[in-house]
Structure formats: C-alpha cells, structure tokens
C-alpha cells in the first residue's frame, strides 16, 4: 500500500532554513507529481509546492524564492529546501500523493520563532 513518511522538521529561528525529506513506498514513485501541503494551528492545508514526474516546479506565491521542492527518483523521496523561513511558515507539513484517492503522510512539524 501507499505509504509517505515525513522527517525533517523543527524549530528554527526566523531566517533559518531547514530541508523536508518524503521517503515514498508502494507505488511507482517516478510516474507520479508529488505534493508538499502544509496546516497551521486554525487554518485549513494549503497547497505548498508541487514537482511533476518531468521534474517541473510548481510554488504558492507565499513561498517563491524561498522554497525549492525536488525528488530523487532513485530513491522514492521528495524533498523541500526551504530557505529563510519566516513564523508564518509555521505548520505541520504533509507530503501528498493526490490521483483520484489522495494519500497524505503524517506530517512534521516545523515551528518558526520571531
């Protein structure tokens, strides 16, 4: 079955960076567009960043410049570089698989101090 695991968040101070890893399992990894959404405490999820099969790279505009998602093929993982990161990046951020039926990690939390 579907399986997405997440690692790699934290706390870190504003204008810190940290890199999100998405290990993927039980499907073909390298056929698929892969996802980064994340939630904040009261909010809904919001789409985050996107990278096709191609390797094309898709962002919300709260985080252009700032985040840079990417995959290993390879390696059936996807990854979120993000770069200076700012307290309103905090959230729980889930890595998606989305084709018809939607599968979602756990999450990992990244928490952002002022």
């Known amino acids: 079955q579907v399986q997405l695991v997440e690692s790699g968040g934290g706390l870190v101070q504003a204008g810190g960076s940290l890199r999100l890893s998405c290990a993927a399992s039980g499907f073909i990894f390298s056929w698929n567009t892969m996802r980064w959404y994340r939630q904040a405490p009261g909010k809904q999820r919001e789409y985050v960043a996107q990278?096709?099969?191609?390797?094309?790279?898709n962002y919300v505009d709260s985080v252009k410049g700032r985040f840079t998602i990417s995959r290993d093929n390879a390696k059936a993982a996807v990854y979120l570089q993000m770069n200076s990161l700012k307290p309103e990046d905090t959230a729980v951020y889930y890595c998606a698989l989305r084709r018809g039926t939607d599968y979602w990690g756990q999450g990992t939390q990244v928490t952002v101090s002022s």
């Open positions: 990278i096709t099969s191609d390797g094309y790279t």
